[in-house]
């Protein structure tokens, strides 16, 4: 395999994971351990990794881009030979990375901003509500690989957008529940429009919710509070915006996550190091949750 490798890269010059699997055919796993492992060819990896929480592992704590998902998309592989085209290969990855990431995040303001302004309230949601951009593109790791969107299967372009909204104490019933209703509209319109194939992941929620939240008593507020810590400031109330980071912040959750952070980076390191060292058959029947993605959508459902 790692001769394989090594031909195809001196012949193609530097690829990405996703490249080299498409090039090669080969099984994903074997073709990342080739490249992890040969001292003749040299992995660089685009971007950073953060905080995402998983059922599967104890403690819950491990971190994005998966194993998988950071070489096929977020690295670019070369032989270790001090060619300065990895260099400028790595630099235009990272590039369409941030133009993706600035896109998206586009669209979620212009989607957003029209909606509000077309709706009866406009005044009350802008004073009264704040929506929060959370996910790939608050790291400026959005993708545009396509993948099926889970509840339709449609393919979509990538990284969804993730939308937490929060109104205050005092944003009426009624408001809240039309808000809701036209966001939802909003979300199968971006799915639907095939010049589109957007994923939008939203939730409506207010301040009463987010302080049963801030328990951090179980795996669901804690997905929550991690969503709502990594959350930017998209549209709506400012001051709600700080409100709620204070809130964070107060409760002593910004620091847990911060430690949860920690321990998925030291366990990454276990991962990685299990799976380049195991045996390749016990890999596939006991670690494979350690290479592939999981899903942190339980927020939104």
Known sequence: ?????????????????????????ADKLELWRACMASPRLEVRR?????????????????????????????SVVAPRDGSTALDARARAISGRIHAVTREK?????????ALVERSDDPFI?????????AGDIVYSMAHDVPRPERSTGRLVQ????????????????????RLDERIFKEKYRLLTTPHLREELD?????LNRVREQLR?????????????????????????????????FESGVAERLKRME??????????????????????????????YPTEESEEFE
């Open 1 to 25: 395999m790692e001769n394989r490798i090594f031909k195809l890269l001196q012949e193609k010059g530097p690829l990405t994971g996703a490249e080299l699997s498409e090039y090669l055919d």
């Open 46 to 74: 685009i971007g950073r990794r953060y905080l995402r929480l998983d059922r599967r592992i104890t403690g819950y704590s491990r971190l994005s881009p998966s194993i998988l998902r950071e070489f096929l998309t977020y």
């Open 105 to 113: 995040s586009s669209l979620a303001y212009s989607v957003i901003s």
């Open 125 to 133: 949601i802008k004073e009264q509500a704040c929506f929060i951009l």
């Open 158 to 177: 990538g990284s969804d957008v993730d939308l937490v909204v929060v109104v205050d104490e005092y944003f009426p019933e009624e408001a809240r529940r």
């Open 202 to 206: 939203y939730v409506v929620k207010d």
């Open 216 to 248: 951090f008593d179980s795996f669901r507020p804690m997905v929550a509070c991690k969503i709502m810590q990594e959350g930017t400031f998209l549209y709506g109330s400012e001051s709600l915006f700080s409100r709620i980071k204070e809130m964070l």
């Open 262 to 291: 920690a321990e998925a980076e030291a366990f990454r390191a276990q991962a990685e190091e299990l799976l380049l060292q195991a045996d390749i058959a016990v890999t596939r029947k006991d670690h494979l949750d350690l290479f």
